[in-house]
C-alpha cells in the first residue's frame, strides 16, 4: 500500500470536498474543481478529513491509490491557496507585454509570439517575469511548460524563457586554440 495514500487530507474550512457516487467536488474561494475517481477507489469525509481507500488490490488499484490522494490533496490546496509558476526571460531585447488577457512575448524572433491563457488561469508579466496562477496544478503547469516551449534556454548563452530558480547548465563553445591545433589544411 502507498504511504502517500493512506496519508489523510485535512479540509480546511474555507473549502468543501462533495462526493456523489465516483464524482468528486472540491469548492472553495478560489473556484471549483472536479474528478472522477477511479472504480475501485474510494473517498469518505468526516469531520474536515477526507481519506482514500482501495476496494481491490491489484496492481493497477494500488498504482492509482496514492495518485488519487496527491490529486485531490492538490484539488483542495488550489482553491483554497491557488498555484503559481514563475518564469524568468533571460537575454538581450528580450520581453514579455500583456495584451487583455493575452502575453505577447518577443523573444528574438522575427514576429512576436502570442499566448492564450486557458479558461481559470491568469497570467501576470512584473519585470522580466512571467507568471502563471490558477486552481488547477495541472493546467498552471502546463500551461507554464508551453509558455517555456516559446524559447526554450539553450546550453551556450542561457537566452530563453527558464522557470525561477532553474539552473542552466552551460557548455563550452568550439575553441580551436583551447584544443592545441589549428584546421586540418594548415598541416
Not at 54 to 60: A, L, S, V
Not at 83 to 88: A, M, N, V
Not at 171 to 182: E, F, P, Q, T
Request: proline fraction near 5%; aromatic fraction near 4%; include cysteine.
Amino acid at each position: 500500500m502507498s504511504r502517500i495514500g493512506k496519508t489523510p487530507i485535512a479540509v480546511p474550512k474555507e473549502a468543501t470536498v462533495l462526493v456523489e457516487g465516483k464524482l468528486c467536488t472540491v469548492t472553495g474561494p478560489k473556484g471549483t474543481l472536479t474528478y472522477t475517481i477511479p472504480l475501485s477507489i474510494s473517498l469518505e469525509q468526516k469531520d474536515g478529513i477526507a481519506t482514500i481507500s482501495c476496494e481491490r488490490h491489484d496492481k493497477k488499484t494500488q498504482a492509482l491509490f496514492g495518485f488519487v490522494r496527491a490529486h485531490i490533496a492538490n484539488m483542495v490546496t488550489g482553491v483554497v491557496t491557488g498555484w503559481s509558476r514563475t518564469l524568468e526571460l533571460s537575454g538581450v531585447g528580450f520581453r514579455a507585454t500583456m495584451n487583455a488577457a493575452n502575453v505577447v512575448l518577443s523573444v528574438g524572433f522575427s514576429h512576436q509570439v502570442t499566448i492564450v491563457p486557458p479558461p481559470g488561469i491568469t497570467i501576470s508579466v512584473e519585470d522580466a517575469k512571467i507568471v502563471v496562477r490558477g486552481s488547477d496544478k495541472q493546467i498552471v503547469g502546463q500551461t507554464a511548460a508551453n509558455i517555456r516551449a516559446v524559447r526554450v534556454p539553450e546550453p551556450y548563452k542561457g537566452k530563453g524563457i527558464k522557470y525561477q530558480g532553474e539552473h542552466i547548465r552551460k557548455k563550452a563553445g568550439k575553441s580551436a586554440k583551447a584544443i592545441g591545433g589549428g584546421s586540418a589544411a594548415a598541416k
